[in-house]
Nanobody, 122 residues
Framework: EVQLQASGGGLVQAGGSLTLSCAIS????????LGWFRQLPGGKREGLAS????????YYSPSVKGRFTISTDNPKKALTLQMDNLKPEDTADYYC???????????????WGRGTQVTVSS
């Protein structure tokens, strides 16, 4: 079974940084897409970033482009989201996800990790 284990959430002041990590296991296939989604307090889910497991150009949503950086280390089965210049509106539950499709950005993830909470104070 595919397992996605996220970590790194917490409380940070506006303008600060956090790094979210996702350990990945149980993958028995090639050519997939990894990414990060977040669920806002109102319940809306937003895709933030996507990248092929093989690397290459990444996708970023307009709300985080220039502030967040997604990266993957395929041999170690790890996914990272570096978040800089955080804003109060970034407060949400963050999820690492996997899509069996190779299209970027991810629209409908096939696998979700457990969410990690990020709270940004003003």
């Amino acid at each position: 079974e595919v397992q996605l284990q996220a970590s790194g959430g917490g409380l940070v002041q506006a303008g600060g940084s956090l790094t979210l990590s996702c350990a990945i296991s149980g993958i028995r296939f090639d050519d997939y897409t990894l990414g990060w989604f977040r669920q806002l307090p109102g319940g809306k889910r937003e895709g933030l970033a996507s990248i092929s497991d093989r690397g290459g150009p990444a996708y970023y949503s307009p709300s985080v482009k220039g502030r967040f950086t997604i990266s993957t280390d395929n041999p170690k089965k790890a996914l990272t989201l570096q978040m800089d210049n955080l804003k109060p509106e970034d407060t949400a539950d963050y999820y690492c996800v996997l899509s069996l499709l190779t299209e970027i950005p991810i629209k409908y993830p096939d696998y979700w990790g457990r969410g990690t909470q990020v709270t940004v104070s003003s």
